[in-house]
């Protein structure tokens, strides 16, 4: 099964960026869906972006569209995710996942957003 491992979180205040990474033990490009997930506080996990191999498309929800972007990075191997204008409800553990049903993810990494 795929590993995946995570990096990028930390502390940012209110409107701040943060950039995530995801490792993979397996060839990112190769995998059909990878996607980025994540659980706050007392509340189900849900995804927030996803990508397709096949067509190269992207899915946000609707509370991250126009503030975070998902890209692949295929000489790293590496599925990042940028964050910008961070705000207090996007505190969570992030995870990422190599299907889009978030089944296949890595451990996860903590995004803290407060002033």
């Known amino acids: 099964q795929v590993h995946l491992v995570e990096s990028g979180g930390g502390s940012v205040e209110p409107g701040g960026s943060l950039s995530l990474s995801c490792t993979s033990s397996e060839y990112l490009a190769n995998i059909d869906c990878v996607a980025w997930f994540r659980q706050a506080p007392g509340k189900e996990r849900e995804s927030i972006a996803k990508?397709?191999?096949?067509?190269?498309?992207?899915w946000y929800r609707d509370s991250v569209k126009g503030r975070f972007t998902i890209s692949l990075d295929r000489a790293a191997n590496t599925l990042d995710l940028r964050m910008n204008n961070l705000k207090s409800e996007d505190t969570a553990i992030y995870y990422c996942?190599?299907?889009?049903?978030?089944?296949?993810r890595g451990r996860g990494t903590q995004v803290t957003v407060s002033s």
């Open positions: 996942a190599a299907d889009c049903s978030g089944q296949v």
């Open positions: 990508r397709d191999r096949a067509t190269g498309q992207t």
